[in-house]
Structure formats: structure tokens, C-alpha cells
């Protein structure tokens, strides 16, 4: 996140996101130009599970990722996510659906409350900007996975080319506001006023380079990279050694 926003990116996080539950997948379409869905499958193609199988996903939000883990791999799935309004709606949801497989944990990302190695695959979405330290985070996910399991990722990111990065800035900060706060009320508004600017300021401190070089630190090997929608999202997938 933005330095200066705040000195707690997690409470900062929780504040942020505390409002938006019960619209967050509404929220997902708009800030990803509608290619939300797109994107999680790509991450989840990444993803080597089976039935008899535990994946962890964590900042699951409202169990999108989890659920789409579940249908693609038949695996047992653990959703974690720092706030505990989103975990209310995804728990709604899934009894919904009747879906027993996947279990919801409220924790930290920078604190998983899991044993080494617990988890055959590990996916997280849109998580780096939003703590304190991305090395030691992805550290901390690579400590839960087991070895020879994949490690996959999901976030936004920003369009290499001059001119995809010119109308992203222009979405990011005229359109995105406008259309959060019509649609969403003043807490989208906001969100949508903050998304853009804290996006630009992750990758000016962390360009892609530097995340793929933490991640083969973590202890992953054959990192792989899928910038995807002309820039608007990335996948970065890795396998434990």
C-alpha cells in the first residue's frame, strides 16, 4: 500500500473493506474492466490439486477463489481472510450452495495460524499491497505449502504499454471513483478513489522484477509470470522446493 496512508496496512485494510461484503463481487467486476472471472481461472489453472487434497486461498474475501478451487481440483479447501464481515457473507454463501469442502479461518497472512507444510497448494488475491512486508509474507506462504506444491497468485497491476497505461490512469482515477460511488455509495467511493494511486505506488516500490526475485527467495522455483487484459491484471505462479 501507499506509505504514509497509514503506519498498520491491516487495520488499514480492515477499514477500507469493512463496508463492502455483501457487494465485494460486484466491486471485483468493476476494478478489473469485468475480466475478474478471467483472471481467477487463470490463477486456478496453476493450481495441482485432487479430491483427498487441502489448498489454502488466502485474503479469500468472499470465498470467489475458494469456491472455483473446489469445482476445478475436487480438493478440501481453507479460506482465510483477515476480515471477519467478509468470512459472515462468504459462510452465506456457502451454505447457500450447500458446499461443505470449503472452511473458513479468520488470521493474518503474515501469521498464518497453520503447522509447515499443511497445505498441498496455496492461491492469494490481491494481497501484497495491503501488508507490511511482502518478502516475509510470501515467506510465511511458502512455509505452509508443502514441497513440490504450487504457490499462485492474483493481482492487479499496471499496463506496461504507454498507451493501455494512459487510459488505465484515466479509468483508475476519473471513472473507478465515480462509477464505486453510484453504484456502492460512499464506501465504494472511496475505495474506488484509493485503488489506483495505491496500485501505481506498490509497483514503484515493488516493480515485477523485485516480487518474482522475493517469491525465488520464499523458495520458489520455476516462477512463472502472466500479465493479462493488455496490463490490468497478473498472475505469478511458483513451485516449492
Not at 488466502?58 to 479460506?79: F, K, Q
Not at 522484477?209 to 500479465?227: D, I, K, S
Amino acid at each position: 500500500m501507499a506509505r504514509g496512508t497509514t503506519a498498520h496496512p491491516n487495520r488499514f485494510a480492515t477499514e477500507l473493506f469493512d463496508g463492502l461484503p455483501a457487494r465485494y463481487d460486484r466491486l471485483g467486476w468493476l476494478l478489473s474492466f469485468g475480466q475478474d472471472r478471467r483472471w481467477r481461472s487463470a490463477m486456478v489453472e496453476r493450481i495441482r490439486a485432487a479430491p483427498g487434497d487441502v489448498v489454502l486461498d488466502v485474503a479469500t474475501g468472499t470465498a470467489g477463489v475458494a469456491l472455483e478451487l473446489r469445482a476445478a481440483t475436487g480438493a478440501d479447501v481453507v479460506g482465510l481472510d483477515l476480515t471477519g464481515r467478509m468470512l459472515d457473507i462468504a459462510q452465506m454463501k456457502l451454505n447457500g450452495l450447500g458446499e461443505t469442502g470449503v472452511h473458513l479461518v479468520q488470521g493474518r497472512a503474515e501469521s498464518l495460524p497453520f503447522p509447515d507444510e499443511a497445505f498441498d497448494a496455496v492461491t492469494f488475491t490481491y494481497l501484497l499491497r495491503y501488508v507490511d512486508d511482502p518478502a516475509a509474507t510470501l515467506g510465511e506462504l511458502a512455509r505452509v505449502l508443502r514441497s513440490g506444491g504450487v504457490l499462485a497468485n492474483l493481482e492487479f497491476y499496471v499496463p506496461p504499454s504507454t498507451f493501455w497505461r494512459a487510459l488505465w490512469w484515466l479509468y483508475t482515477r476519473a471513472v473507478l471513483p465515480v462509477a464505486g460511488g453510484l453504484t456502492g455509495g460512499r464506501e465504494w467511493y472511496e475505495v474506488g478513489r484509493f485503488l489506483g494511486p495505491n496500485i501505481s505506488a506498490h509497483y514503484r516500490r515493488y516493480p515485477l522484477a523485485t516480487t518474482t526475485g522475493m517469491w525465488r527467495a520464499a523458495g520458489l522455483t520455476e516462477v512463472g509470470v502472466r500479465v493479462m487484459s493488455v496490463g490490468g491484471g497478473v498472475v505469478t505462479w511458483g513451485t516449492k522446493g
